[in-house]
């Protein structure tokens, strides 16, 4: 059996990064960050929760303009159900045919009912984020003059870390991405 010969052209692409480099990213990022609340904590505050407000303005958006259309659907119903009712007392329908009309308007609600308080629930959202935000502030706050990543600051303020693949030429630099707890992708 003939050993095969490699394609001339084709080339190993390691994707190897050093830890001490990304931790020295992640630790000027945390750092940077300390940095913004300790020179203005009112403007670093504001400036995170914008950023995490523009991540959920999409659906938002989307579960405001839902509820809006499910609590008129909501609404009706309650107006039919009265209707047929009516119509029932008034002898205008058969009793089997209210039953049915009744049954289904109820059921109806029902599930509208719970999909209107997930919306209403998920729409709280803007005091999430407040929250969400302050207490990223809180946490960050102990770790101003940090001088070395640690295990415990990794697990109280990141979420997770990616790593983009190495660029084509050698000077290009490799994308990092942070996802802090509480916040989001890096900001």
């Known amino acids: 059996m003939k050993p095969s010969k490699e394609h001339p052209e084709r080339r190993i ?12 990213v992640v630790l000027n990022d945390i750092r940077a960050k300390a940095k913004l ?3 203005d904590e009112q ?5 995170f929760l914008k950023y995490k407000e523009q991540i959920s303005a999409a659906k938002y958006n989307a579960d405001k303009k839902d509820l809006a259309q499910k609590t008129k659907r909501f609404n009706e119903l309650e107006r039919l159900t009265q209707s047929v009712y009516e119509d029932k007392v008034l002898g205008k329908i058969p009793e089997d045919i209210c039953l049915k009309l009744l049954a289904k308007y109820t059921e109806e609600q029902t599930a509208l009912k ?14 999430k984020n407040e929250a969400d935000v302050d207490e990223f502030i809180r946490r960050l706050k102990r770790y101003t003059d940090v001088p070395e990543l640690t295990r415990e600051l990794c697990l ?32």
Request: aromatic content about 8%.
């Open 43 to 47: 403007k670093a505050r504001a400036d």
């Open 37 to 39: 609340i300790l020179d």
């Open 114 to 127: 719970t999909e209107i308080e997930e919306l209403e629930n998920a729409l709280s959202v803007v005091s």
């Open 156 to 187: 109280e303020l990141i979420e997770y870390i990616t790593i983009g693949a190495s660029p084509d030429d050698k000077t290009g630099a490799r994308e990092i991405h942070i996802y802090y707890k509480l916040l989001g992708k890096d900001t």
């Open 13 to 24: 692409r390691y994707h190897y990064i050093r830890r001490e480099d990304i931790e020295q």
